[in-house]
T-cell receptor, first 116, second 112 residues
């Protein structure tokens, strides 16, 4: 079964509202989690790295004030899309680097965000 | 991160073997070769990984060239459920907290 759980699977929100997406590691502790965004027919692009106990680091071009990341515990990271607009509609995916390159990594199921 | 190149798309008939190639000519000695696949509207799913030797698991086999500059993911009998985008990714064995760098991957279509 999945060891990284993402919730919700899909969400529709009105333009201007905020949406929170949760990412939980179920069987292990994750000091680091990654958030990706995927637009239709495109590959996953790293948005930010979530660090437990410290600030998230954002990739170039990603607005930190718009995409708020909170790594509240060793098993939970949240991504809040603030003041969402239709162009924020996308597929958001989290992952945790369990064990590094020598083992498999785990990804959440993804969250389909639609802003209307 | 070292780059990989894969064909954009491939097609296979159901119940036939599929060989998905990946070139990684700039691979370093500590890079592991990982394969993940993404089914429609889902997050990526682990398939297999290896360092130098060929690997087999219940899902697939990974054949790694002797010089490690290329690898091939082998699905022994393709099913309709194997239709997905397959990503070949290099991950540094010395970097525990490394994120994934996704290329476009190979979109595999399986024909009934």
């Amino acid at each position: 079964g999945a060891v990284v759980s993402q919730h919700p699977s899909w969400v529709i929100c009105k333009s201007g509202t905020s949406v929170k997406i949760e990412c939980r590691s179920l069987d292990f502790q994750a000091t680091t989690m990654f958030w990706y965004r995927q637009f239709p027919k495109q590959s996953l692009m790293l948005m930010a790295t979530s660090n437990e106990g410290s600030k998230a680091t954002y990739e170039q071009g990603v607005e930190k004030d718009k995409f708020l990341i909170n790594h509240a515990s060793l098993t939970l990271s949240t991504l809040t899309v603030t003041s969402a607009h239709p162009e924020d509609s996308s597929f958001y995916i989290c992952s945790a680097p369990f064990g590094g390159a020598r083992t498999e990594a785990f990804f959440g199921q993804g969250t389909r965000l639609t802003v209307v | 991160d070292a780059k990989t190149t894969q064909p954009n798309s491939m097609e296979s008939n159901e119940e036939e073997p599929v060989h998905l190639p990946c070139n990684h000519s700039t691979i370093s000695g500590t890079d592991y070769i990982h394969w993940y696949r993404q089914l429609p509207s889902q997050g990526p799913e682990y398939v297999i990984h290896g360092l130098t030797s060929n690997v087999n698991n219940r899902m697939a086999s990974l054949a790694i060239a002797e010089d490690r500059k290329s690898s091939t993911l082998i699905l022994h009998r393709a099913t309709l459920r194997d239709a997905a985008v397959y990503y070949c990714i290099l991950r540094d064995g010395n970097n525990y907290g490394q994120n994934f760098v996704f290329g476009p991957g190979t979109r595999l279509s399986v024909l009934p």
